[in-house]
């Protein structure tokens, strides 16, 4: 079974940068990061393949960076954050045969 795990975040402020880690246990095809606020959908930040190809919306292209440690630690960075990215962030990790979610981390940027 397909674990995830998700660590970092916690308290940021604003203009700093936020790191963020997650760990997946089993083969997966791609990890990706996305957050959600109260309210709204949740949106993908960035998408990490096997190959660490990486693919970003375009939104998001220059200020978040996404890397492999290895085939089970994904990193997601993000510089000059900004308050209203306050926000829970998750980790997804994508098997041949199911999406495996974390259990969010909830990240605060202080102005």
């Known amino acids: 079974q397909v674990q995830v795990v998700e660590s970092g975040g916690g308290l940021v402020q604003a203009g700093g940068s936020l790191n963020l880690s997650c760990v997946v246990s089993g083969s997966t095809i791609s990890i990706g990061w996305y957050r959600q606020v109260p309210g709204k959908e949740r949106e993908l930040i960035a998408l990490i393949l096997n190959n660490c190809r990486a693919n970003y919306p375009e939104s998001m292209k220059e200020r978040f960076t996404i890397s492999r440690a290895n085939a089970n630690t994904v990193y997601l960075r993000a510089k000059t954050v900004k308050p209203e990215e306050t926000s829970v962030y998750y980790c997804?990790?994508?098997?041949?045969?199911?999406?495996?979610w974390g259990q969010g981390n909830k990240v605060t940027v202080s102005s």
């Open positions: 997804k990790a994508k098997t041949s045969w199911t999406n495996k």
